[in-house]
């Protein structure tokens, strides 16, 4: 019996000495139980860690240490028509994830699920099914072994400009994340499902991003100039997914350079953003 033809391809970068490569296993397993055909790409920059052997490996060099270029060549390896870009520490919970992101698509672009921050999880990585917590709009969680979430006391929900963020209680935070994280987003900030026609159209991420931050906002101004962006989190805030947190140390000249191309970008606009990411500026 033929397998069937995966309709979506999750796409799912790797690189340094990241967490996710402790969890990226059981990320896959979630992927791959999905109820929607799909096939599950790993780009790894440098040495390919051992992963579950659903998933296929793009190997790329050191210099490709980027989410965005890593997506890119994960993309670039599959003909589904769909790419859901995703990352190799956040599970979809519930295996109706892709089914029921497929249907508030529509034939639009679907960002930004809301995202539960899994606080103990480096110990859980081998629970093969996550129930939510069951209350309204909570973000920190811990984890038991059945599976079953259970809200933090003591967060808090801030606006940030336009943006809702939470606040870790200052007992929980980490001495190694940088300050400016004491406030995260309640969402999975770059979780996007998109058609790759589209994709390829706008010019996929840009590749001048290095490191974390920045060429996921990047790559959402230059879709919205193409297409309608539905953001998951206000239209079904049900559909969510899990992230296994760890430090987050960002902080420096990378991510300062970053906010800086960023900025420089979005002044020229989208269509000039497009235009220099698929070759055909000056």
Known sequence: MTA??????????????????????????????QDVPCEVV??????????????RIVAAGAADASPGRLRNL??????????????????????????????LRGGDVVVQPWMYRLLDGA???????WQPPGCDRVCLVTGDATGRLAPVPGERFRQQESELMVQLPPELADPRDSRELVLRSPF????????????ED?????????????????????????????TAWRADPTLACLHFEHPRSYAGPALTANRALLAR??????????????????
């Open 4 to 33: 069937a033809q995966p309709r979506v391809c999750v796409v799912l970068p790797l690189f340094g000495g990241h967490r996710a490569a402790t969890v990226v296993g059981a990320v896959i397993r979630a992927w791959l139980a």
């Open 42 to 55: 790993v780009a790894v920059a440098g040495d390919a860690p051992r992963v579950h052997s659903g998933a």
């Open 74 to 103: 994960g993309a670039a390896s599959t003909r589904a028509p769909l790419l859901y870009l995703g990352d190799a520490d956040i599970v979809p919970l519930g295996t109706d994830f892709l089914g029921r992101a497929l249907r």
């Open 123 to 129: 110990e859980l990585a081998g629970v093969a099914a």
């Open 188 to 199: 999975h900030w770059g979780g996007i499902l998109v058609e790759r026609r589209l994709f």
């Open 202 to 230: 706008v010019g996929g991420y840009c590749p001048g991003y290095s490191g974390w931050g920045c060429e996921d906002d990047d790559l959402r101004i230059k879709l919205a100039a193409r297409a309608t962006l539905i």
């Open 265 to 282: 970008r979005a002044a020229a606009g989208a269509e000039a953003m497009i235009a220099e990411d698929r070759g055909t500026s000056g």
